[in-house]
């Protein structure tokens, strides 16, 4: 059997600087923000996590390229370890909506 793992490419790994990002960003609307920090930022904030890391474009690309209508479903419905409502009981798929667009779009240092 020939392999050919040696033609796949490795996925990227955030350095130092994107995991601090991560770990410090938040969404400007203060009831987003409430709604994230308590609902997506354990997950999405760390590499110990599975989830795509706040801001960290590799993590986002093919899930983007889903749209964005089936990125809300996922996180309305649930989906692979992803757990429904990814735990905001409280948000409404605008919310979702909302908070899936701050957590995948690069963040710039202002």
């Known amino acids: 059997m020939v ?8 996925p990227e790994v955030p350095g130092p600087d994107a995991l601090r990002w991560a770990e410090s960003a938040r969404p400007r609307s203060a009831l987003l923000a409430q ?3 308590r609902s997506c930022q354990s997950c999405h904030s760390s ?3 599975t989830a795509p890391l706040v801001a960290f474009a590799p993590d ?10 089936a990125l809300v479903n996922h996180a309305r419905d649930g989906f692979k370890g992803m ?7 409280d948000c409404s798929d605008q919310e979702l ?11 710039t240092q202002e």
């Open 3 to 10: 392999s050919l793992g040696g033609c796949q490419k490795s």
């Open 97 to 107: 909506e909302a908070l899936i667009a701050f957590m995948s779009t690069p963040l």
């Open 60 to 69: 986002w690309q093919a899930r983007l390229q889903q749209g964005m209508p």
């Open 83 to 89: 757990p429904a409502r990814g735990y905001c009981n």
């Open 35 to 37: 709604k994230y920090e």
């Open 47 to 49: 590499r110990a996590s």
